[in-house]
């Protein structure tokens, strides 16, 4: 029987009511298990085959590497392909890149290299996944219960990560690393069993599908002029790059500083899946009193804290407390950023403003996790985790003050569809152009400075949406007459535009609109470039 979309559950229930929805949750928390086993495994097998930290710290940067390089390209493949094959497809990759290791290693052919190449081809499967999975939640479940719907996945991230570690340090303990990565190969078949079953609606799309390039350099051009999106992306960079030393840290002080074995390594991150689970049922709660702000900025402080107290742990109890407190500061973060990344990306561009998203999450984290590895085998693994809790700290009070994520300043980025079909002469073939559009208003003398600065607005949504060149003009002859313009690489890519706006545009461009004077609306023209 297959699985129906979205339309089978009320409209007032939540996420879990959508059969759909409640089936890839469970066969993702699943999957996830798995992925924390691998985590588990593979750190602790370099333990064994490399001491330096460095080495040990290069499994975290080949597991979030493949994810700063291919998250963009994964996000526009995600919007402009079925998202649905192109998961399947990814699932499948990181299936055999999980068993392939799992061979290795029960033929004893595993060198550091070989781990890190075989981290690296799974790590490839989840990039190629990651904006998919993320953008296809809106067509999951009800409008109304989207955010409940995001909150869930993250409980079911932390779910995993309190089973999975312990699990995972069980089974090296009892059966040795091949056997972590081989139930991780079988843990993604749940997920591409719901997959295959999905019978997905077709698309809406009344316009062709964007080419490759032209759909990255589009996802780059949103996060370079979306203001709201930007602040998420740049307090991601201040805590990520901070936060993953603890990450790349974790397997030596577990191994060389307490001396604990595989089973006790599972366990301290099973400490911190804990955590993680507390924190995902008390975050709802805290929102109602404190903004995204403050949780943030609390968040950044109790993970430092949790850090420097983890960097002086005697013991096994003393750290696992550490672990437990970073597991509730670091759900915190993950579903603020999460959330702010989700409520500032309107559909058109979704997967390829998550893959932004995640881009900036896993380069940091590689990038940091390479830091403080090469730092930590010059000054010590204690003292350089110390380092980056008091940088983590430092950071979430600068960026809180200088980029504050407002959650009442949220756009509303439902599509508006108020611009009206443009008229055109004749037939205009979709790749004419370039196009030049100009919008003629009339304003009052006296308030064309006060024009100007609005229109600073527009200029963000204009090359946001598309335009390669934006300008606004006032005529010398004749004061208050004024002309904005903007130019479309083709004709196609204006009418895209057209798809694109959103009722916050609407706003702005009321507002605009509200400087015209008379009751003739402001003159639009189209001007195509002949060859």
């Known amino acids: 029987m297959a699985v129906r979309d979205r339309a089978a559950a009320p409209r007032t229930a939540g996420p879990l009511a959508s059969p759909l929805f409640r089936a890839l949750w469970i066969a993702t928390i699943v999957s996830n298990v798995g992925t924390w086993m691998h985590d588990v495994g593979a750190g602790w097998l370099m333990t ?44 499948l990759f990181g299936l055999l890149g999980a068993a392939g290791l799992a061979a290795m290693t029960l033929a004893d052919l595993t060198t550091a290299p070989v781990l890190l190449a075989f981290t690296a081809l799974i790590a490839v499967g989840a990039a190629f996944s990651a904006p998919a999975f993320q953008a296809i939640v809106p067509e999951l479940v009800p409008p109304e219960a989207l955010q409940r719907a995001v909150a869930l996945n993250s409980l079911g991230v932390n779910i995993a990560r309190a089973i999975g570690p312990a699990l995972g340090g069980a089974i090296i303990a009892a059966a040795g690393p091949a056997a972590v990565f ?15 079953r999905w019978r997905r609606a077709a698309s809406d799309r009344r316009l062709p599908a964007e080419h490759m390039i032209g759909a990255m350099r589009a996802g780059l051009r949103y996060a370079a002029q979306s203001a709201e999106l930007k602040v998420v992306l740049i307090r991601a960079i201040g805590f990520f790059v901070f936060a993953s030393g603890l990450w790349a840290l974790l397997p030596i002080i577990a191994r060389s500083d307490l001396g604990l074995g595989p089973a006790g390594y599972g366990g301290l991150l099973a400490f911190m899946g804990l955590g993680a689970v507390c924190g ?87 990038a940091g996790s390479a830091l403080w590895g090469s730092l930590a085998s010059r000054i010590g693994v204690g003292s350089t985790l110390l380092a980056a809790a008091a940088m983590l700290a430092l950071a979430g009070l600068a960026l809180t003050w200088r980029f504050p994520l407002d959650d009442a300043a949220m756009p509303d980025l439902s599509p508006s569809a108020h611009w009206p079909t443009p ?61 904005e313009t903007f130019t479309v690489e083709s004709w196609l890519e204006h009418l895209r535009q057209h798809d694109r706006v959103t009722n916050a545009d609407r706003v702005h461009q009321d507002a605009v609109k509200a400087f015209q004077e008379g009751e003739t609306p402001p003159v639009v023209r189209h001007f195509m470039m002949r060859r």
Not at 48 to 69: E, H, I, K, N
Not at 449 to 460: D, I, L, V
């Open 48 to 91: 064994s085959l490399s001491p330096d930290p460095l080495m040990v710290a290069l499994v975290q940067g080949a597991t979030t590497f493949p994810m700063f390089v291919l998250a963009l390209p994964a996000g526009a493949l995600a919007d402009i392909v079925d998202r649905r094959r192109l998961l399947i497809g990814a699932q």
């Open 182 to 196: 081989a139930v991780n190969a079988l843990s993604v078949l749940g997920v591409v069993t719901v997959l295959w």
């Open 280 to 366: 995902a049922v008390v975050l709802p709660k805290l929102r109602g009193h404190l903004a995204s702000n403050s949780i943030m900025l609390s968040a950044s402080i109790l993970l430092a804290a949790a850090m420097a107290g983890l960097s002086l742990a005697p013991g096994f109890p003393a750290a696992s407390a550490a672990l437990f407190f970073a597991g509730v500061a670091w759900i915190a973060m993950m579903a603020s950023l999460n959330g702010g990344a989700q409520a500032t990306s309107p559909r058109w561009v979704k997967a390829r403003a998550l893959a932004a998203y995640l881009l900036v999450f896993q380069g940091s984290m590689a």
């Open 423 to 483: 008229i055109v002469d004749g037939t205009i073939e979709d790749d004419s152009g370039p196009v030049l559009v100009t919008i003629e208003y009339r304003i009052d003398p006296a308030r064309v400075s006060a024009f100007f600065a609005e229109m600073q607005k527009m200029r963000r949504i204009r090359r946001r949406d598309g335009a390669i060149h934006w300008g606004v003009y006032e005529d010398t002859a004749s004061p208050g007459t004024v002309i």
